[in-house]
């Protein structure tokens, strides 16, 4: 088993353990210490799990919602309020999300606002959620189609993270974990090294389960450090600007695929700008391992519009990047949206 802490001075900490058989031992554990618990999961999720839940949990309440990013609304996360409601749950009672980044956040936000914060207990049931949306104390909805424009900062109180999850995730999952773990290793030279010499088990689950908890550790000691991103915590967006306009405007792939396709862009531009071209070569092949091939990519005009409109854009006409320059080095760059089109078009033609 192992562990890490992080805490945010202003809200609490967050205990997570990496282990195998959460549902069976180290969940029904911590239940164990609060008057009431309430379940929260997505259909597809509770199909897979839900009878080893019940085993595991008793009688424990159970609301799920649709799966899919398209019901991250205001109106699934007030559906789980009124649930939450009706069970009778306090202060000093405990949400568990069982699922993926969706339920993650949906669920996250809903404890943050209940009596204005209970406990949450995240049970990231996705590559993706235990490596990136479980860790951090993010949590927010979509509303008047942006992405996380409503939510808040919370630590949860526990992620338990096991990686018998993996066993039922369908390749294109294992992708979309695989989007932040080379973000990461984009970000940290020795889970960079660890990538690169395993390039050819990038889908192994055995080698993924060996790498979780790394990653889990890194992002982990960077929340640690700015909880609410005002400064270094700025790192995690490597890739991001760009896979966030792409996935607004085609939204056809995954959000992990999307960062591999940003992280590969924007490690191009950086080459351009003088990063290390050797290192930002392989962090490109890495990212191809993991993508299979470069889909066709949309309009790089409407791309550029739509990335100056991202949340980590302040200026008007400018776009902001977090670029990878060199082995564990990182440059903010802002760029006019001019000069930024060009570049996604230049790139664009190059992949052709």
């Known amino acids: 088993m192992k562990g890490f802490v992080i805490s945010d ?10 282990r195998k058989g959460v549902l069976g031992k180290a969940l029904p554990a911590l239940l164990a210490g609060y008057r009431q618990a309430f379940l929260f999961s997505d259909e597809r999720v509770w199909e897979l799990y839900g009878a080893r839940a019940r085993k595991a949990l008793g009688t424990i309440g159970v609301h799920t919602m649709p799966s899919g990013e398209e019901h991250k609304t205001p109106e699934t996360l007030f559906s ?9 749950l306090h202060r000093g009672d405990c949400l568990v999300c ?39 104390g993010k949590t927010a909805v979509d509303f008047c189609g942006v992405k996380n424009l409503v939510g808040t900062f919370r630590q949860s109180a526990y992620v338990l993270a096991d990686p018998g999850f993996f066993a039922t995730l369908p390749v294109r999952e294992v992708r979309c974990g695989l989007g ?26 055995d080698f993924l389960a060996r790498i979780v908890p790394d990653n889990i550790a890194f992002k982990a000691d960077v929340v640690r450090r700015d909880a609410r991103e005002s400064g270094l915590r700025k790192c995690l967006n490597l ?16 959000h992990g695929e999307y ?30 391992a993991a993508l299979g091939k470069m889909p066709r990519l949309p309009d790089a005009g409407q791309a550029a519009v739509i990335a100056r409109f ?9 776009v902001t990047l977090t ?11 802002e760029m006019e949206e001019g000069e930024y089109e060009r570049e996604l078009v230049r790139i664009g033609r190059s992949l052709c």
């Open 9 to 18: 001075k202003s809200v609490q900490k967050s205990r997570i353990v990496c």
């Open 259 to 288: 960062v591999l396709i940003g992280t590969y862009i924007e490690a191009e531009i950086a080459a351009e700008l003088g990063g290390d071209r050797q290192y930002l070569k392989q962090l490109q092949q890495l990212c191809l």
């Open 180 to 205: 932040e773990i080379i973000k990461h290793g984009a970000l940290c030279p020795q889970l960079f090294d660890t990538l690169e010499e395993n390039r050819d088990h990038l889908f192994d689950l």
């Open 98 to 136: 069982l699922g993926g980044g969706v339920v993650g956040d949906v669920g996250g936000l809903a404890a943050a606002l209940y009596m204005r914060g209970i406990d949450c207990i995240q049970v990231p049931t996705t590559l993706l959620a235990q490596v990136d949306s479980s860790v951090g």
């Open 239 to 254: 890739g991001h600007t760009t896979a966030h306009a792409y996935e607004l405007l085609d939204g056809k792939l995954s």
């Open 80 to 88: 789980l309020l009124a649930a939450m409601a009706a069970a009778g």
């Open 323 to 333: 670029l990878p320059f060199a082995k564990g080095e990182y440059r903010l760059r």
């Open 310 to 318: 991202d949340k980590k854009n302040t200026q008007s006409g400018r």
